[in-house]
């Protein structure tokens, strides 16, 4: 079974650019989270999708960024414009719906450096 | 606010010896609790659970021990092995509807052959 994958693995943009990264869910998990760490902090949520129904967003940063899950498989995030402080490992995870205590199973992460 | 976090943020152990990664959570309604292993250009790999029900959940050569009274979460690795060498992150979610994970910082286990 393939695991959770996110493109691209490394972007490199300047302040004010565009940038959408993309997360693949392992095959009929229906929850999807976004988390991301920026340099030396921990962990943090983002926003959680059921389906294609973005159940929490508490952990959006500002409006600068925009998630989506159309159809309820993939998922993009765009970060427009990008600022410096969005440097960091943006990961994506997905679950099974059956609980809170699903296991999240990550991907590798996409690091995004911001000049 | 709530918070996860680590009383170590680097441990060094020799090969063979056995590791205990500490956690601290400040919430007292967690109500689940995470070992993550993250190694190097890879995304947190999940290790072992625990329910705030329990006090001891065991696995292969890892085991957590919570507990809530000190709100304090452990996790020990027999035998460790170079192959563990990794950041180890604890994380906890409230329960309920609410699916997101806190994570602490992480700790970074260096095993020495």
């Known amino acids: 079974e393939a695991g959770v994958t996110q493109f691209p693995s490394h972007s490199v943009i300047e302040k004010g650019q565009t940038v959408t990264l993309r997360c693949d869910p392992i095959s009929g998990h229906d929850n999807l989270y976004w988390y991301r760490r920026v340099m030396g902090k921990e962990i943090k949520f983002l926003l959680h999708?059921?389906?294609?129904?973005?159940?929490?967003e508490s952990g959006m940063p500002n409006n600068r960024f925009l998630a989506e899950r159309t159809g309820g498989t993939y998922s993009t995030l765009k970060v427009q414009p990008a600022e410096l402080e969005d440097s960091g490992v943006y990961f994506c995870?997905?679950?099974?719906?059956?609980?809170?205590?699903?296991?999240?199973?990550f991907g590798p992460g996409t690091r995004l450096t911001v000049l | 606010g709530e918070s996860v976090g680590l009383h170590l943020p680097t441990l060094s152990v020799q090969e063979g010896d056995n590791s205990i990664i500490n956690c601290a959570y400040s919430n007292s309604a967690s109500d689940y609790f995470i070992w993550y292993k993250q190694e190097s250009g890879k995304g947190p790999q999940f290790i072992i659970d625990i329910r705030s029900n329990m006090d001891k959940r065991q696995g292969q050569r890892v085991t957590v021990l919570l507990n809530k009274t000190v709100k304090h979460l452990s996790l020990q690795i027999a035998a460790t092995q170079p192959g563990d060498s990794a950041v180890y992150f604890c994380a906890e979610n409230s329960g309920g509807s609410n699916y997101k994970l806190t994570f602490g910082k992480g700790t970074l286990l260096t095993v020495n052959p």
């Open positions: 995870a997905s679950s099974q719906e059956r609980g809170f205590t699903d296991t999240q199973y």
């Open positions: 999708f059921v389906k294609e129904s973005k159940q929490d």
